[in-house]
T-cell receptor, first 113, second 110 residues
């Protein structure tokens, strides 16, 4: 158990819909990272938050947004979903900003039908 | 754009054989991290290398960072079935963006 909790584990939704993925980081970790993993794209970095502030942005679509709350949990919002958004979404956390010893959650498998 | 290439993409070995995966970058890296992802699982942090020429060992695993800090390798001695999974290198580029390599999927044949 990495200590990072992601909910839900599985999500099936229709195209055009909006979903929210939730992540609770390990106790004491201030950084949260979101990744998308698909068969053809590998692990793609989406965004990082540190102590409530956006720290770095990767290949995150404009239809996607994220935030980190005062209690340090984070949410990833995906809207106007397309079939191609089907993927595993991982959240990771680390104590500092440098991704050192980042711990990953179990992931949320999103299927868009 | 920034890219971290890993070779090979797939590797099948007999149990007991050695295995090596290589990670190559066109630009100098500040550090390199290695992760392992078991089938159906999530990436698990293995190690971070920072210094030029650095070599670290974890039991049967040996990690190296190249002298020019543009490449890295992970070598497993005498593979076991528990080594099965995909091994990723990862690094942080300018702009604090994190990049994972394409991964090497290791299959160990008993």
């Amino acid at each position: 158990d990495s200590g990072v909790t992601q909910t839900p584990k599985h999500l099936i939704t229709a195209t055009g819909q909006r979903v929210t993925l939730r992540c609770s980081p390990r106790s004491g970790d201030l950084s949260v990272y979101w990744y998308q993993q698909s068969l053809d794209q590998g692990l793609q970095f989406l965004i990082q938050y540190y102590n409530g502030e956006e720290r770095a942005k990767g290949n995150i679509l404009e239809r996607f947004s994220a935030q980190q709350f005062p209690d340090l949990h984070s949410e990833l919002n995906l809207s106007s979903l397309e079939l191609g958004d089907s993927a595993l979404y991982f959240c990771a956390s680390s104590a500092g900003t440098g991704h050192t010893e980042a711990f990953f959650g179990q992931g949320t498998r999103l299927t868009v039908v | 754009g920034q890219q971290v290439m890993q070779i090979p993409q797939y590797q099948h070995v007999q149990e007991g054989e050695d295995f090596t995966t290589y990670c190559n970058s066109s630009t100098t890296l500040s550090n390199i991290q290695w992760y392992k992802q078991r089938p159906g699982g999530h990436p698990v942090f293995l190690i971070q290398l920072v210094k030029s020429g650095e070599v670290k060992k974890q039991k049967r695993l040996t990690f190296q960072f190249g002298e020019a800090k543009k490449n890295s390798s992970l070598h497993i001695t005498a593979t076991q079935t528990t080594d099965v999974g995909t091994y990723f290198c990862a690094t942080k580029y300018i702009g604090n963006q994190f990049y994972f390599g394409t991964g090497t999927s290791l299959t160990v044949i008993p």
